[in-house]
């Protein structure tokens, strides 16, 4: 088991920045590909970045790539979410995710066995 607390979110203007972490506990951190999903009210959840067991691959969704960054510090136990050129459509619950241990990185949900509560972003326009 990980537990996974997410923090950094909160309101901002279109155009700004949040950095988003999320700091692990138990299971050895490296083991797991960690990712970002979020969830928008009346929306199903929507998968927005991953990484690799040791950060050397990262996918983001389509949506978000060019203006997001997701990291990660083995040392740490730490992953971030560096979000840009925030978005109206960018608000949502977001969660910090860990995969299945020694299993690749993947954009469904069903691969991550471990999940934050989630922070709240809130883009205004």
């Known amino acids: 088991q990980v537990q996974l607390v997410e923090s950094g979110g909160g309101l901002v203007q279109a155009g700004g920045s949040l950095r988003l972490s999320c700091a692990a506990s138990?299971?050895?951190?490296?083991?797991?590909?960690m990712a970002w999903f979020r969830q928008a009210p009346g929306k199903e959840r929507e998968f927005v970045a991953a990484?690799?067991?040791?950060?050397?691959?990262?996918v983001y969704s389509v949506s978000v790539k060019g203006r997001f960054t997701i990291s990660s510090d083995n040392a740490k136990n730490t992953v971030w979410l560096q979000m840009d050129s925030l978005k109206p459509e960018d608000t949502a619950v977001y969660h910090c995710?860990?995969?299945?241990?020694?299993?690749?990185?993947?954009?469904?949900?069903?691969?991550?066995?471990?999940w934050g509560q989630g922070t709240q972003v809130t883009v205004s326009s």
């Open positions: 995710a860990a995969g299945r241990p020694y299993r690749g990185i993947f954009r469904t949900s069903a691969e991550y066995d471990n």
């Open positions: 138990g299971r050895t951190f490296w083991s797991s590909a």
């Open positions: 990484i690799s067991r040791f950060g050397s691959t990262t």
